[in-house]
């Protein structure tokens, strides 16, 4: 039962950490077709456009320095960067599976916790980590910036910088 149990919330963290990791891209996608940066007379291929890619076009824009730092800071973000490895190391390699731990000292605010264990990708290490203290953070750190992102592209359509 036991097995069972980590098996579906693993599958579930994965998902929720795939999902978060998707964002930074989805929001370039969004920051490049608002701008109209497809218009150029060389625009990027349909593949080629990602965070990265969309982050090296606006450091020649000085006028979308807010949407630049905002798309830079979320995928340069240490948590990020945690959820990003593990969603690339389960897509790519295997999961990273879930542990239950268990306080019986009480000296825990939480007596069971459900935790990513630790792995390496890309020649790098990660530690192991609470799955609600990695996601969380991530998550509320992209859901900010995509709304940060939205309100500044606003602001150039309302001024006609765009």
């Known amino acids: 039962m036991l097995e069972l149990f980590l ?3 693993g599958a579930h963290a994965v998902a929720c950490a795939h999902c978060i990791h998707a964002l930074p891209d989805l929001l370039a996608h ?3 077709f608002a701008l109209g940066l497809n218009l150029l007379p060389t625009p990027l291929k349909e593949r080629a456009v990602s965070s990265t890619t969309v982050i090296d076009i606006l450091k020649r824009a000085p006028h979308h320095q807010i949407l630049r730092s905002t798309l830079s800071s979320l995928c340069n973000d240490g948590n990020f960067k945690h959820v990003a490895a ?3 190391k389960a897509k790519h390699q295997g999961i990273v599976k879930p542990s239950l731990n268990e306080d ?3 000296t825990r605010k939480d007596r069971h916790e459900i935790r990513f264990t630790a792995f390496q990708h890309s020649g790098k290490s990660f ?4 799955i ?3 996601l969380g953070p991530a998550y509320k750190l992209a859901s900010e910036a995509i709304v940060k992102s939205g309100n500044e592209i606003n602001r ?3 001024e ?3």
Do not use: C, D
């Open 160 to 162: 006609n910088a765009v």
């Open 86 to 88: 593990l969603s690339n």
């Open 127 to 130: 530690p192991e980590a609470k």
């Open 132 to 134: 609600a203290e990695l």
């Open 7 to 9: 098996t579906k919330t």
């Open 30 to 32: 969004a920051i490049y």
């Open 156 to 158: 150039l359509y309302i």
């Open 104 to 106: 019986m000292t009480g």
